[in-house]
């Protein structure tokens, strides 16, 4: 059984080593210039949910559920800002999943070293990935929203099978396609690495309750806030990520036990590590 929450906790209480790379999803929030502009151009009162799935690079705005356009879709960028904006989120996701696992690990990190280590499989996992969202927002503005609706099973489908692929070329060091595999392999058997994704999807949920009104309803304020406020979190959750696949398919680094009774867990780390043994919920 994952203890999700546990897991969230002790990883904000021992996020020392990296705690300098909050830095990444904050820059990176007030760079969704997309986001940013259609919270400023609603008028009106606005409450939601997101569902968010495990992503190398979360950001506040991944817990926000943004307005959307007067024709009930968007694109995050202009189409003709695409290479640019992916080439900027390779290079991001390479240097912090690569220094987040890194430093946890060692207690020290070469923010460029990753960059070197790990752009090229996470560049073409970056394309991949908006290629779909992409293809996913030109089919709605072609076929409607209703009709796009329809499809929403297919990209959480895609989200199961392919979540971990970023984060398996930094735990397991494999190439893009290796790491898809790998993740495809996974998710057919289900167990934790399914668990983890649905509590992911429902404690990013019931985070996003307060980022939302946050986030769209204060203006620049808001913004501002929701972005510094919602780093920490997103920090915390794709670090998170990483120490679990790091114990569930990687050297055994971080390890996290069953839940032993009620609202009782333990997150225990080899190697010479200690065990933490606490209440907790989740």
Not at 103 to 128: D, E, K, M, Q
Not at 152 to 167: D, T, V
Request: charged share 15%.
């Amino acid at each position: 059984m994952v203890a999700f929450l546990e897991l969230l906790v002790d990883t904000w209480r021992r996020k020392r080593p990296v705690v300098a790379l909050v830095a990444v999803p904050l820059v990176s929030a007030f760079l969704q210039y997309g986001d940013v502009e259609r919270v400023l151009a609603f008028d009106g009162v606005r409450f939601g949910v997101q569902f968010p799935f495990p992503a190398p690079l979360l950001t506040g705005w991944s817990f926000a559920s943004v307005p959307s356009t007067e024709s009930g879709l968007h694109v995050v960028e202009p189409v003709w800002l695409f290479p640019v904006t992916v080439a900027v989120e390779a290079v991001l996701v390479a240097g912090y999943l690569g220094s987040l696992d890194e430093g946890f690990r060692t207690g020290s990190y070469g923010f460029a070293a990753n960059v070197a280590s790990y752009v090229v499989p996470l560049f073409a996992y970056t394309v991949l990935a908006n290629a779909v969202v992409l293809g996913f927002g030109l089919l709605g503005l072609r076929v409607g929203v209703l009709a796009l609706v329809s499809a929403i099973p297919a990209l959480l489908a895609l989200g199961y099978l392919f979540w971990a692929a970023p984060f398996l070329v930094v735990v397991e060091d494999r190439g893009f396609l290796a790491a898809l595999r790998r993740s495809v392999a996974l998710a057919s058997e289900g167990g934790e690495y399914a668990e983890f994704f649905l509590k992911h999807l429902l404690v990013g949920a019931g985070v996003s309750l307060v980022m939302t009104p946050v986030m769209t309803n204060g203006g620049v304020v808001g913004v501002v806030v929701g972005a510094v406020v919602g780093a920490p979190v997103a920090f915390t959750f794709t670090l998170a990520t990483l120490r679990f696949l790091r114990a569930h398919v990687g050297d055994g680094h971080v390890a996290v036990d069953d839940v032993q009774g009620p609202g009782s867990g333990r997150i225990a780390e080899s190697g010479g590590g200690r065990d933490l043994s606490e209440n907790a919920s989740g």
